[in-house]
């Protein structure tokens, strides 16, 4: 309970009511001198009503320089003269009430004027209204600094550019919902021959999402295995011990084989794969079984396999696709996702397919804000 030292007439109706407001009130008297009172005693606050007190400035004058009360906030009502008024607003952590006002009015001032005391922390630490704003910059600034740090070590986790090759074309699209997010992706070379594919999503936003997905990186790096369902199981036997209680990630991994077009593909609590058949437009799933990485200790990741021939389209993608709804609450899916995919032009490059499926989406959307980061992976076979 907040304790206020007031300074007037006890028999006033203002204690009474700061005292129903849930305040501890206690005042003095000409039998109990001000020093008597404080001696011992501890307050958060000290208001005093200069309308009946004609020595309003002397006495703000006296808390100032008693040890005491040096840092507690003071409230006071002004009274006459003015003169009074202009030599309590030099002093130190004291807001000035003018008069006539309401009880309402007074019990905001007060209990700003305690939310200031304790967001400045303990007595060495209380300062003035601007030496509170200056501390609130100084952590905004650290803040956003160490936002920046987190932005720079997910931007890390992504590939500098994408592999270039005739025989085939991959395109990304990837929108995190803050600075940082919890989707990521991968594509790279397997020593020329194999080219690996990871989108992942890892639970929640932010530093901590930054963080973990760093951790699933180095899994992925430290994890030395090939196929993607011995991958995914490795990775989380080395996550699982690690991460916190709730944190989990889900992930889409596959190998291909610009060669022969062969597709490799397990998913870890991902949704399923995408496959455009150029010559009947048709669009099948790639499922598989397998829990989130971290969410459960040793398991195992089912293998699921098929050919893109070509002008066949590989589409990886996050939930925050599949997830995001429109104005009648209604879920994109998958369904949604797989007409978009077969009604992408042709002869189209793989950016262009991309486009044409954002395109839908965004008219999904009818305007609603995303809720969640949106990545998008096309991988087009040439030949």
Known sequence: MDRIFYF???????????ERLGYFVQGTSAEKPVPDVLGGNQFDLILIDGRITPDASDLCKFFRA???????????????????????ATLDRIEVVQSPLSVGTLASRIATQLRLRKAAGDDSKRGTLAEINAA???????????????????????????PADPRFQIAVSYQPLEQVGGDWY????????????????????GLAAAF?????KLAMVAAEKERPDERLAAMNHYLAPQ?????FITMGHCLYEPESGRVQWARAGHGPALILRADSRHVIQLWGEGFPLGFVGETQY??????????DVLLLYTDGVTEAQNRAMDQYGISRLSHALSQVPERASAGEMVKSILSDFS???????LKDDVTLMLLKRER
């Not at 991968?186 to 989108?199: A, I, P, Q, S």
């Not at 089912?302 to 002008?311: F, H, Q, R, S, V």
């Open 8 to 18: 007037g007439e006890n028999t006033e109706q203002l204690p009474r009511f700061l």
């Open 66 to 88: 008693h040890e005491d009360t040096r840092q507690v906030p003071i409230v006071c009502i002004a009274g006459d003269p003015i003169a009074d008024v202009e030599v309590v």
């Open 136 to 162: 609130l910059r100084e952590h905004n600034a650290r803040f956003q600094k160490d936002l920046e740090e987190a932005r720079a070590i997910q931007q890390s986790l992504l590939p500098r550019s994408l």
């Open 186 to 205: 991968f594509v790279d070379y397997l020593e020329k021959k194999r080219l690996l594919l990871n989108v992942a999503d890892v639970s929640g936003h």
């Open 212 to 216: 973990i997905g760093s951790m699933t």
């Open 243 to 247: 991460l916190p209680m709730g944190r």
């Open 302 to 311: 089912e293998l699921t396999e098929d050919a893109l021939m070509p002008g």
């Open 363 to 369: 008219s999904f959307l009818e305007g609603r804000l």
